[in-house]
Each structure stands twice: as C-alpha cells, then as structure tokens.
C-alpha cells in the first residue's frame, strides 16, 4: 500500500510539475501573441493610411511681426490682425501674407509648401498605399517658413 501511495504522490507531483510547465509555456505565449497582434494592427493601420496622414501636424504657427508698431497683416485678402501676431495656418497651403500700414508701401510676402522628405521615406518603407494616400491628402507638406518679417517704406509725399 505504501508503494501505491508513493506512486500516486510522485504522479501527483510530476503533473504539476508539467502543469506548471504548460501554464509557463501558455504565459509566453500569450505575450508573443499580444506583440504579434500589436504590430499587425500598426501595420495594417499604415497600410491604409499614409505616415503623414496619421503622424504630421495639420496646422502650423507662424509668427508674423513687421518693424513699424500695428501694421495691419493680411492673408490671401482677409485681414487676421496687426502685429506681433501668431497665426495657425493649414500645412498644405500655400499664403500671401501682405502688411499694411496707413502712409507706408505694402509689403508682400509668401509662404509656400514644402514635402518633407522623411515622410516619403516612411511611406515607401510601409509600402505603396501609404504613398498614395500622403501624395493625395498632401499630408506630407510643411510650410516653408515659421516666421514671417517686414520693414515697410514711407511712401513719398
């Protein structure tokens, strides 16, 4: 009976011994699996969208200031204020800034667009529809300039 016994303990400690096993190898596992569905859901989320689309900034601050004191600042026609002013303009944009003054010449101007080479290169990295989509959105565009100066003339009299 004895015998029994120490045969029935020992089988009870090498199934735990290989329970523990599994739940061991159940835990890694499970932490592979939660890193494999992780980087399939980022890639699949770059697969449709590009990098630019989800990552860059869709507005910019520019600081517009001029060395005469409230000089009237115009974008595209539509007045936004007198400097100093900061103005949140659309990236894929390209703006007229005019300055203008009672007694001074108007000042013109103009902030273009740029593509940020380091958003073409992750979209080429993520693939083709990346591409497309930064390359139609124009999400990958920057303005090509922060700060904007002027100096006005006094018109002659």
């Known amino acids: 009976m004895e015998t029994v016994n120490h045969i029935k303990t020992w089988r009870n400690r090498k199934a735990r011994r290989v329970g523990q096993i599994w739940i061991k190898i159940f835990e890694s596992m499970k932490k592979a699996f939660f890193i494999i569905i992780t980087l399939a859901l980022a ?4 697969m449709f ?6 990552l860059a900034k869709k507005n910019h601050t520019v600081a517009v200031n001029a060395y005469q004191p409230s000089v009237n600042v115009y974008v595209n026609g539509l007045m936004m204020g007198t400097t100093p002013v900061e103005l949140h303009l659309k990236a894929d944009k390209s703006y007229t800034i005019e300055f203008r003054k009672e007694g001074f010449d108007t000042v013109t101007r103009v902030i273009n667009t740029k593509v940020g080479g380091g958003w073409i290169v992750l979209d080429v990295l993520c693939g083709i529809v990346p591409l497309i989509v930064d390359a139609a959105t124009g999400a ?3 303005l090509d300039q922060d700060e904007v100066n002027a100096v006005l003339v006094e018109q002659n009299k």
Not at 43 to 46: A, I, K, M, R
Not at 49 to 54: E, F, L, P, R
């Open 49 to 54: 969208y590009g990098c630019a689309t989800i």
């Open 140 to 142: 990958w565009k920057n």
């Open 43 to 46: 890639s699949t989320s770059t």
